[in-house]
C-alpha cells in the first residue's frame, strides 16, 4: 500500500487543496477498517483482508500531515521539527508504557484488547483532526504535470529520493523485527517497550534541536551525518547480547528517525514548487516507506530466514547505509564544487 497509495492522496490534496478535509475521511475510515480485528481467532485470509484496507486508508495521513506541518512551520516563522516533535512525543508515551502493561495484565499479542486501545486512538485523534483549518500558504496554484517534471529536473531531488529508497531499506529489520529480535534474545516485552521508549525520548530532544541545527548546517550535511549514526546503530545492534546495551543503542534513534526525517521533509518542501506540496511530501513517502520498505522488508525476512538470525540481519543494514552516504556526500561536496567551477 505504501508503495504506490500515498501519492495518489497526494494528488488529491493538491488537486482540491483540502488536506485538511483528507485527513479527516482517512482517519474515519480506518477507525472503520480497524473493527475487524476485534474478533477473536481472526483467521489469517481475513487479517490480510483486513489489513489490506486498513494500510489503504492509514499510509497516507502521515505525509499530508508532512505537507500540513512544513506549511504551518512556515506560517509561523518556526521549523518543522517542532511541531514533528509532538508526534515522537506521543510514541515515547506509548511505546514506553505499553509493554508493562501488556505484561502486567497478560496481553498476549493477539489479544483483541491491544485493538481497542489503537481504535480508541485514532477515533482521539479524528476528533482532533476537526480543529484543524484549510491552508492555502503556497498560494491558489494546482498541481500542473509542467511542475512534476520541474522537480525530476532537480538532480538533488532525483539523487536523494534514491538515497531515501536505501536508507529505508537499512531501517526495515529495526521497523519490523525489533519485536521478533527482542524474542530472539529471550528478553521480555518490558525491554521491548524501554527499546521503543528510548527511541523516541531522543527523537524528541533531536526534533527539538533541529531549528537549531538547520540553522548551523546545510540540509544534504544534516541527512548526511544521519547516515552516518545510523550504520553505526545497525552495527552496534548487530553485536549486542543482553538488554541494557540494546536499549541504551536506540538513543542513536534521533539521527535515524528524527534527524533524518526533519531533514528530509524540510528538504521536499523547499525543493518542491507550488502546488505540489502534497505530492511531493508522498514521493518521499513512496521512496521510502514505499519501495524503501518493500524491498527491505523482503529481503531482511529471506536473509534472516537464510542465516537463520534476526540479529545478524542489522549487519546487512550497516552495510546498505554506505550507499546513501555516497549520495549526500556527492551532494554535500562534490555538486558545491561544479556549481563553483561553472
Request: net charge positive.
Amino acid at each position: 500500500m505504501a508503495f504506490f497509495v500515498p501519492l495518489l492522496f497526494g494528488v488529491l490534496a493538491d488537486r482540491t487543496q483540502r488536506p485538511a478535509l483528507i485527513i479527516r475521511l482517512l482517519l474515519l475510515a480506518v477507525v472503520i477498517t480497524l473493527i475487524p480485528f476485534l474478533k477473536p481467532g481472526i483467521g489469517y485470509t481475513f487479517l490480510l483482508v483486513s489489513y489490506f484496507f486498513y494500510s489503504f486508508f492509514n499510509v497516507p495521513i502521515m505525509g499530508i500531515a508532512d505537507s500540513l506541518a512544513t506549511a504551518r512551520a512556515k506560517e509561523r516563522g518556526s521549523d518543522y521539527g517542532k511541531i514533528r516533535m509532538w508526534a515522537a512525543l506521543g510514541w515515547f508515551v506509548a511505546s514506553a508504557s505499553f509493554g508493562i502493561v501488556m505484561d502486567y495484565l497478560g496481553f498476549e499479542s493477539d489479544s483483541p484488547w491491544l485493538f481497542t486501545v489503537l481504535i480508541i486512538s485514532f477515533v482521539g485523534v479524528f476528533l482532533v483532526s476537526l480543529t484543524i483549518k484549510e491552508r492555502n500558504t503556497e498560494g491558489p496554484d494546482k498541481l500542473k504535470m509542467s511542475q512534476v517534471k520541474q522537480l525530476f529536473r532537480n538532480r538533488t531531488f532525483t539523487i536523494f529520493l534514491i538515497a531515501v529508497v536505501f536508507h529505508y531499506i537499512s531501517m526495515s529489520p529495526f521497523g519490523v523485527y525489533i519485536g521478533p529480535l527482542v524474542q530472539e534474545l529471550g528478553l521480555s516485552q518490558s525491554v521491548l517497550g524501554l527499546t521503543a521508549g528510548m527511541a523516541t525520548a531522543t527523537e524528541v530532544l533531536v526534533l527539538l534541536a533541529f531549528g537549531w541545527l538547520s540553522r548551523k548546517m546545510r540540509l544534504e550535511t544534516i541527512l548526511m551525518l544521519a547516515v552516518i549514526i545510523t550504520g553505526f546503530r545497525w552495527f552496534i545492534i548487530s553485536i549486542v547480547t543482553t538488554a541494557v546495551p540494546l536499549i541504551m543503542a536506540q538513543a542513536l534513534h534521533g539521527a535515524t528517525a528524527g534527524l533524518f526525517i526533519a531533514g528530509a521533509v524540510t528538504l521536499v518542501g523547499n525543493l518542491a514548487p507550488k502546488g505540489l506540496k502534497a505530492s511531493s511530501q508522498m514521493m518521499y513517502g513512496l521512496a521510502g516507506a514505499g519501495l524503501g520498505s518493500l524491498i527491505g522488508t523482503n529481503l531482511t525476512g529471506f536473509i534472516s530466514d537464510h542465516i537463520n538470525s534476526i540479529q545478524r540481519t542489522f549487519l546487512f543494514a550497516a552495510g546498505v547505509e554506505i550507499i546513501p552516504l555516497i549520495l549526500f556526500a556527492y551532494l554535500v561536496i562534490v555538486k558545491p564544487k561544479k556549481q563553483n567551477e561553472e
